[in-house]
């Protein structure tokens, strides 16, 4: 699904170049749950940017279902990034005057549905995350976790094969990052591969894979067991 | 996608009134000044005759005399009584006309309506009528015929068939014009050509005449001359033929450009045939301007409603820089959701269509409000004392550029922004969350 090699990232200015990431190499099959951790500055969010086609690699190559991205122009990328990916942010980054139906039509008037079609979908989306009846809601009127939930329907509205999560969790109260997780576990187990961006180990714990960034460099752990046992250190 | 795109930019503006206001009344108050002066231009500055402007000429000569070439090199502006006739007899164009303005006493033979002054006369001959598509309502022109009999007959507008008879229904009656009574054959509808193209020496923007009478018998009832007379020599009568005075304007119909360089060399043969004959002195110096060219010639566009135009244009400019800055921080001010849209799908062509749709937005506002302001500076145009000053109305095509101008001027002031906006890097404002 996602097949990054020997990627580098470096961000010069006039005075300092620093490397983000160093000869990244990483491959990510279909159906699989990834944890990508790491200390802060690592790496781990630059990672996610090119993972995502955010952001362009210095060097190297990458693959996204097969695709390579590197010979591809913005309004490819886009396109690609629309039907393949759906992102989830820390800080749910709901647009605040949409009402949660447009929120979660905004990746679909990019894909040039119908009405009807984008209409069904969002409806699917936002019931599989328990807020249908919400439709006409506001995102300031909805708690942390719900605001969660509809970035979550609006990433899966479009039936992206991939989501990317930045830190899904790191706003809300463990009771509500429980839910949240469990919704994401539900979708990888329907087949949509999920890489998560995290801090916390009981997250990382509960990935098929780890993945550790250290100063750009990264490493392809065991199940999540190494990194536990650290933070339990 | 356009309307996604417009629902988008109302709710954008709808979120911050202040900024969205500033760039309104920014766009309209430039728009405003910029069309009550260029609507007065296109008055001034329209073709008075579009259908056929293009055959039409002026014709000009020059018989003055040696003395003084060097001071006036320029043929006359204006035609002799002599030279008229004479290019009329030869009938060398499609149509021709010799005419010049005039004013008459009027006896309505109303005890209700005393005699009155009119000093909207054309003394001219019969091609007048066909030669400028004049309306009429009932009745027509005259004929080669009636000039050369000094027949007592005259065209009235439907103005003064009004005021003297009440009605337009007046094919026949009597007009009694100083002494003299005229038959009145023709009426016509309101006629007021802006310019008022075929002799400029009257006012430029008048109303329009009001009585037309046979060049031939205009003089013979002893009709008024108004306008120019330049003489250049010793006369007695200054309307006699043969005198040596300009007070005509002799315009010919020519629809063809080989018809005119014949005209034009018919007119330099003309002049060397009177130098031969001794009555002119100067060598051939003939011009024929088409009629634009003419009224360009006599710049009947006055300079100060050209400098107000670019005084105003400079101001929408200045207004245009303002637009420019007030969106460019709305647009950098939205970099997250901009941030969030790319993320999701949105490409750079994509946001740069949203942003300039929101710009055109504030353009239509703009110009809905702009035309508002172009209605008040005309309405105060209008209480000028400028003679053109009643004319200056928007018309549709005006109203057309009004809405074009606002929309034109705020894409355009739009641009830069929205290629700034499209241009944000949305890695950097999500990870700035």
Not at chain 1, 114 to 120: H, N
Not at chain 1, 139 to 162: D, T, Y
Not at chain 2, 224 to 244: E, I, K, L, R
């Amino acid at each position: 699904m996602l097949q990054m090699t020997r990627v580098s990232k470096v961000f010069r200015t006039e005075m300092v170049e620093t490397h983000a990431l160093r000869a990244l190499d990483l491959e990510v099959n279909e159906g699989e749950f990834v944890a990508i951790t790491g200390p802060s500055g690592s790496g781990k969010t630059t990672f996610l940017n090119i993972a995502g086609l955010l952001e362009e690699a210095t060097s190297g190559e990458y693959k996204l279902d097969g695709v390579d991205i590197t010979k591809l122009g913005d309004r490819d990328r886009s396109r690609l990034r629309n039907e393949k990916i759906g992102f989830i942010f820390q800080s749910f980054n709901l647009i605040p005057d949409l009402d949660l139906f447009d929120n979660v039509d905004v990746p679909l008037r990019y894909r040039g549905f119908s009405r009807a079609e984008r209409k069904k979908r969002i409806e699917e989306a936002l019931e599989r995350v328990g807020l249908a009846s919400r439709l006409k809601h506001y995102p300031a009127e909805l708690s942390g976790g719900q605001q969660q939930r509809v970035a979550i329907a609006r990433a899966i509205a479009g039936g992206p094969k991939l989501l990317l999560a930045d830190e899904p969790t790191g706003n809300l109260d463990s009771q509500m990052a429980r839910e949240i997780m469990a919704l994401l576990e539900e979708l990888n187990s329907h087949g949509t591969v999920l890489v998560i961006v995290t801090h916390d180990p009981e997250i990382a714990a509960r990935a098929q894979r780890n993945v550790h960034i250290v100063d750009g460099v990264a490493t392809d752990l065991e199940r999540g067991h190494s990194l536990v046992k650290k933070a339990q250190a | 996608m356009i309307g996604y795109y417009l629902g988008l930019a109302a709710r954008s503006l709808r979120r911050n009134v202040v900024l969205t206001v500033l760039m309104i009344v920014a766009i309209a108050f430039g728009v405003g000044a910029s069309m009550t002066t260029l609507t007065v231009l296109h008055v001034l500055s329209a073709d008075p005759i579009p259908q056929k402007s293009d055959r039409l000429f002026y014709v000009q000569l020059d018989p003055k005399k040696q003395r003084g070439i060097h001071e006036d090199p320029d043929p006359n502006r204006q035609m002799t009584l002599l030279d008229g006739q004479n290019l009329l007899k030869a009938k060398k164009g499609d149509h021709q006309v010799l005419m010049t303005g005039g004013n008459a006493g009027i006896d309505a033979q109303r005890p209700d309506l005393p005699p009155f002054f009119l000093d909207d006369v054309r003394m001219t001959t019969a091609d007048f009528f066909t030669m400028f598509d004049v309306p009429f309502i009932v009745g027509t022109g005259w004929t080669a015929a009636d000039d050369d009999a000094a027949t007592r007959v005259c065209v009235i507008s439907k103005a003064l068939a009004e005021k003297v008879y009440g009605s337009t229904n007046v094919i026949g009656k009597t007009l009694r014009v100083e002494k003299d009574d005229l038959r009145v054959i023709g009426v016509i509808d309101n006629w007021r050509p802006v310019p008022h193209f075929y002799d400029l020496n009257t006012d430029t923007y008048g109303k329009g005449d009001e009585l037309f009478v046979p060049l031939s018998t205009g003089i013979q009832v002893n009709v008024g001359h108004s306008g120019t007379m330049n003489c250049w020599d010793d006369h007695t009568d200054s309307q006699a033929v043969g005198a040596p005075c300009e007070w005509l304007q002799y315009w010919v119909e020519l629809d063809s450009k080989d018809k005119a360089k014949a005209y034009k060399d018919y007119l330099v043969a003309y002049s060397l045939e009177q130098k031969r004959a001794g009555k002119y002195e100067r060598d051939p110096n003939v011009r024929l301007p088409g009629l634009m060219e003419w009224l360009r010639f006599n710049q009947v566009v006055p300079d100060d409603a050209r400098l107000q135009t670019w005084i105003a244009l400079g101001f929408l400019l200045v207004c245009l820089v303002n637009t420019v800055g007030l969106l460019l921080t709305k647009f950098l001010r939205r970099s997250t959701d901009i941030g969030v849209r790319r993320a999701l799908g949105a490409s750079k062509r994509s946001i740069f269509v949203q942003l300039l749709v929101e710009a055109g937005v504030v353009g239509f506002v703009g110009g809905v409000l702009g035309l508002l302001l172009a209605w008040l500076g005309l309405w105060a145009v209008r209480h000028q004392p400028a003679t053109y000053a009643d004319l200056a109305r928007l018309d549709a095509p005006m109203l057309f550029a009004t809405f074009a101008l606002a929309v034109v001027a705020s894409l355009l002031a739009g641009l830069l922004p929205a290629w700034r906006g499209c241009q944000v890097t949305p890695a950097a404002q999500l990870r700035s969350q």
